[in-house]
């Protein structure tokens, strides 16, 4: 009986897509990844050691491509344990362009510490709750890169996996240097260069990360990565923006982490 009520609607007349029905899908599609955590690896640098995918990398140098970067902001009542991580109480994750006067804590926070970041007593110098002149709310950039081999071809762009790396609070200047250097010497964004990521020590905060320009990538002589690089981009916004899950202590995609989107 419902092999034949199958072919009825299969063959039959009077069944009909609705006239819109390309564009529902792509909206059922759009609702299924945002309610998806996007997977990815992480790229780490603990006590100035270079690691991926768990993995000491050789030389302490792993050349990527830098597809995308944001600002995260993190606040902490009590220390912060590396052996037991745990979420932060406020928080906000938003894209590098987003003035701090526009930043507001995520809508997953229970007790946000300010209605903006631009206001917050956590981010002022000497708010450190271990005294000192540091500031209570944590500012750090987050990197999302892919392995520079997947530059032989546009289908390798699109199918490598983004590792995710969080720049220690003390490497932040470090980044916004680099971002002015293959501003000023190459006429590009990070997008558009092989990146070389290192370490070296530094006496006093132990370590810093390095960036250093491996290599233009030529877009002139392969036009098709460069629309490549640019899908791949809008297909890691997701995973970009990734915040808090503060009710079951993992991460996931946070709304309203700006003014622009309250």
Known sequence: MKKN?????????????????QEELA???????????????????????????DVA???????????????????????????????????????SSVEMQDIIPSSAVDDPQAESCG??????WGSSLTGGRGKACQQRYRLLCIPAGA????????????????????SGKVWSQYLQTITALHQRPEWAVVTTIGAKPDPKTQFKATFE???AIDFAAHPELYQAI?????????????????????????????????
């Open 5 to 21: 009520e199958i072919a009825e609607v299969k063959t039959g007349g009077e069944v009909a897509l609705p006239s819109n029905w």
């Open 27 to 53: 909206g059922a599609a759009k609702q299924s990844a945002a309610n998806v955590r996007p997977t990815s690896s992480s790229i780490r640098m603990k006590s100035g050691i270079l690691t991926y995918q």
């Open 57 to 95: 990398v050789p030389n302490n140098a792993l050349d990527v491509i830098v597809i995308a970067f944001a600002q995260e902001h993190t606040f902490y009542k009590d220390k912060w344990d590396a052996d037991n991580p745990s979420n932060p109480d406020c928080f906000a994750v938003v894209e």
């Open 119 to 124: 206001e917050c007593p956590m981010l002022e």
């Open 151 to 170: 530059m032989n071809s546009a289908d390798e762009v699109l199918s490598a996996e983004v590792a995710t790396l969080k720049l220690a609070v003390t």
């Open 213 to 215: 320009v491996a290599q």
């Open 230 to 262: 640019q899908k791949k981009r809008e297909m890691s916004q997701s995973t970009l923006l990734l915040g808090y899950d503060m009710s079951s202590g993992e991460e996931k995609a946070a709304p309203k982490t700006s003014k622009a989107d309250a």
